[in-house]
């Protein structure tokens, strides 16, 4: 066999490889994040095997598009930085496996960005998103961008799946400690929990999505393999929530403002945002959870305890998340948290 034909082979086998990669993604992904990371799944059931869904995901590191992919119960698409894979060849190729190019900024370039993740849904397929729209800086979960609503504006068929990736902060590829990559991997192995919820009743807002996600977090965090302390981004000479019975509920951080990306960790009056293993919800005489900046009685969901729990605080949670108490006065049991959270 002369060379000629050799190349000739090994083009061809590169070309189906990459063509074969589109199904053998998920598997590969698998393999190669269980060389530091052990994935632990639960809520599987509660994506649908067929037809159009919305996965909305929490973002806490540069890997979260990974452990979604690898994860899920069925293959889809999802956005990624077009700068990350606008390049001849590896462009299409991404493409071809599901990657979604997101452009850095413009009107133009957004609205077409829009138009592909409806035509994923319009085919029927899966569709994985991280509606904070930028890496947690915080530690905490930030507010949730409205364009998810814009892509589902007409398809109140899609059903919207919550997840959240729990144990990701601290990690080499989260900015635990004040920056990306730049610090020394913690363990042999990392715990990693992804949880799905089920599906977002309707109307399904940004508002009504996070909350399902904070939700499916109590979940994930109680699957956690050891105790972990407060996020390092906590300040306690800024406001947060200490119940006498549950514990830490809130908490709040310096803002950050940085190389273009903007995060608020505090607001004047509020009382922060729940910490990892807590959700917060605000609801009416009826028990029925009520919309953003309406006041009502704070329930509380804690890791390792079964359903929610009257606080006994009456008050309201503003669209961004963040908490709010019907009296600018501390309560008694309001203090600063401190220590670390635990599993159960």
């Known amino acids: 066999m002369n060379a000629s034909w050799i190349v000739l082979i090994l083009v061809i086998s590169l070309l189906a490889a990459l063509l074969a990669m589109r199904w053998l993604a998920q598997p590969l992904l698998r393999l190669l994040l269980a060389l530091r990371y052990r994935l632990v799944v639960v809520g599987r059931e509660h994506v649908p095997r067929r037809g159009p869904v919305l996965i909305a995901a929490n973002h806490v590191s540069w890997l979260d598009g990974l452990f979604l992919a690898a994860g899920c119960p069925r293959r889809g698409h999802a956005l990624v930085n077009r700068s990350y894979i606008d390049w001849p060849v590896l462009g299409w190729w991404a493409r071809w496996i599901g990657l979604i190019p997101v452009p850095y900024r413009g009107p133009k370039a957004q609205r077409a960005m829009i138009e592909a993740c409806r035509r994923v849904l319009d085919d029927g397929e899966a569709l994985g998103i991280f509606p904070e729209a930028q890496i947690s800086r915080t530690g905490l979960t930030g507010p949730f961008h409205r364009g998810l609503e814009v892509i589902l504006a007409g398809r109140d068929h899609v059903p919207v799946i919550p997840a959240f990736l729990d144990n990701l902060w601290g990690s080499v590829f989260s900015y635990a400690g004040g920056r990306f990559f730049a610090k020394a991997p913690q363990g042999l192995r990392?715990?990693?929990?992804?949880?799905?919820?089920?599906?977002?009743?309707?109307?399904?807002?940004?508002?009504?999505?996070?909350?399902?996600?904070?939700?499916?977090?109590?979940?994930?965090?109680?699957?956690?393999?050891?105790?972990?302390?407060?996020?390092?981004?906590?300040?306690?000479?800024?406001?947060?929530?200490?119940?006498?019975?549950?514990?830490?509920?809130?908490?709040?951080?310096?803002?950050?403002?940085?190389?273009?990306?903007?995060?608020?960790?505090?607001?004047?009056?509020?009382?922060?945002?729940?910490?990892?293993?807590?959700?917060?919800?605000?609801?009416?005489?009826?028990?029925?959870?009520?919309?953003?900046?309406?006041?009502?009685?704070?329930?509380?969901?804690?890791?390792?305890?079964?359903?929610?729990?009257?606080?006994?605080?009456?008050?309201?949670?503003?669209?961004?998340?963040?908490?709010?108490?019907?009296?600018?006065?501390?309560?008694?049991?309001?203090?600063?948290?401190?220590?670390?959270?635990?599993?159960?």
Do not use: C, M, Y
């Not at 407060?230 to 950050?256: A, M, Q, R, V």
């Not at 008050?315 to 401190?338: E, K, M, V, Y």
């Open 190 to 344: 990392r715990t990693v929990v992804l949880a799905f919820g089920p599906p977002v009743p309707p109307p399904v807002t940004a508002f009504s999505v996070r909350q399902a996600v904070l939700e499916a977090g109590v979940k994930a965090f109680e699957l956690r393999d050891r105790t972990t302390p407060l996020p390092d981004t906590i300040d306690p000479t800024l406001p947060g929530l200490h119940h006498p019975e549950l514990g830490p509920l809130t908490g709040s951080t310096p803002d950050f403002n940085r190389d273009g990306i903007r995060q608020q960790g505090h607001k004047p009056g509020a009382w922060g945002l729940p910490l990892p293993g807590v959700a917060l919800r605000v609801v009416g005489d009826s028990g029925i959870p009520l919309p953003p900046e309406t006041p009502g009685r704070i329930q509380a969901l804690v890791a390792g305890r079964p359903g929610w729990t009257e606080t006994g605080w009456v008050g309201s949670i503003d669209r961004d998340g963040f908490i709010r108490l019907a009296d600018s006065t501390p309560p008694a049991a309001a203090a600063n948290p401190a220590g670390q959270l635990h599993r159960t």
